[in-house]
């Protein structure tokens, strides 16, 4: 079945410095989502990419979609403690139906004020 | 915004009781439901996918008989966990996927999730 793997698994950072999490797929997809995850809360959803090669950006945070559709990265700019919590990354396979989504493990983020 | 109620937020029960979680799209209709489990630390791990009016679809290793899913309603998805035991404690979220074109159709919205102790 399909995987989606995610790394690192753990980032420490310093306040203001730059943070990525890379999200690799063993199939293609039709789209990956992001979401984050505050410690002891829900995931919400960040955005969702469809394009090849897409690039989005929120503010400090961009967001690629490979060009084969295969992977995905997460860039924070400049961390603030605000970004703590678990990013996840989330594909639907392109195969795939009823928009059931694949979860990657996830990486947390702390970062030291 | 699209907001997903799921109730109880915790709930702690005695070996051998079930228990029922339910799901509520608030502001918008769901045609699909999902349901998860996450561990402490670790990813989501869909449990199964029920649609409104059909059974629902189970993951691989889900024991249907002991996480009954019921989809009676656009609106609603509930979850029982039948004769709970303590390696069913755990953190249960669900998710719906919006009908409507007035929000985005392939996004998941979730619920705060059902934290269950199972003494």
């Known amino acids: 079945g399909q995987q989606v793997m995610q790394i690192p698994q753990y980032q420490h950072v310093q306040e203001g410095e730059d943070f990525t999490t890379y999200c690799n797929s063993s199939t293609t997809l039709s789209n990956i989502q992001w979401y984050k995850q505050r410690p002891g809360g829900h995931p919400v959803f960040l955005i969702q990419?469809?394009?090849?090669?897409e690039v989005k950006k929120q503010k400090r945070l961009t967001f690629q979609f490979g060009e084969a559709k295969k992977n995905s990265s997460l860039h924070i700019t400049a961390t603030q403690t605000t970004d703590v919590g678990t990013y996840f990354c989330a594909g639907r396979d392109s195969g795939g139906s009823n928009y059931k989504l694949t979860f990657g493990k996830g990486t947390l983020l702390t970062v030291n004020p | 915004g699209a907001v997903v109620s799921q109730h109880p937020s915790r709930v702690i029960c005695k070996s051998g009781t079930s228990v029922k979680i339910e799901c509520r799209s608030l502001?918008?209709?769901?045609?699909?439901m999902f349901w998860y489990r996450q561990f402490p630390k670790q990813s989501l791990m869909l449990m199964a996918t029920s649609n409104e009016g059909s059974k629902a679809t189970y993951e691989q290793g889900v024991e249907k008989d002991k996480f009954l899913i019921n989809h009676a309603s656009l609106t609603l998805s509930t979850l029982t966990v039948t004769s709970a035991h303590p390696e069913d404690s755990s953190f249960y979220i669900c998710s719906a996927r919006p009908h409507t074109e007035r929000i985005a159709k392939n996004i998941q919205y979730f619920g705060a999730g059902t934290r269950l102790s199972v003494l």
């Open positions: 502001d918008f209709q769901a045609t699909t």
């Open positions: 990419l469809v394009k090849s090669g």
